[in-house]
């Protein structure tokens, strides 16, 4: 989890937050969306479009993108999402590297 410009693991999570299934909707096959079947709050809760970054937006979809795209949804970026479910899950501070 991000937020305030720190990292935190998060220790556990509420099982409507855990990604199950989603879909990726290409054109050409070019990445257009994410749509998630599950609860994310980088997620539009109306459209349930996931907030790619940019650089994802027209990449080429092939194997290796979707274990990127699977990394980007155990992430939840709460400096830029749609709302903050801080009762939904636990986190503990990361540790820094010395």
Not at 9 to 20: G, H, L, N, P, Q
């Amino acid at each position: 989890m991000r937020f305030k410009g720190n990292v935190y693991d998060i220790t556990s999570v509420d099982r409507d937050y855990i990604i199950r299934e989603f879909d990726i909707i290409v054109e050409d096959m070019k990445i257009k969306r994410v749509i998630l079947k599950d609860k994310h709050p980088n997620c539009n809760p109306e459209t349930n479009e996931f907030c790619l970054p940019t650089e994802f937006e027209g990449m080429n979809l092939n194997p290796s993108v979707i274990p990127l795209i699977e990394g980007l949804l155990k992430i939840y970026n709460l400096e830029n999402c749609f709302y903050s479910p801080w009762s939904k899950f636990r986190w503990r501070t990361r540790r820094r590297d010395t």
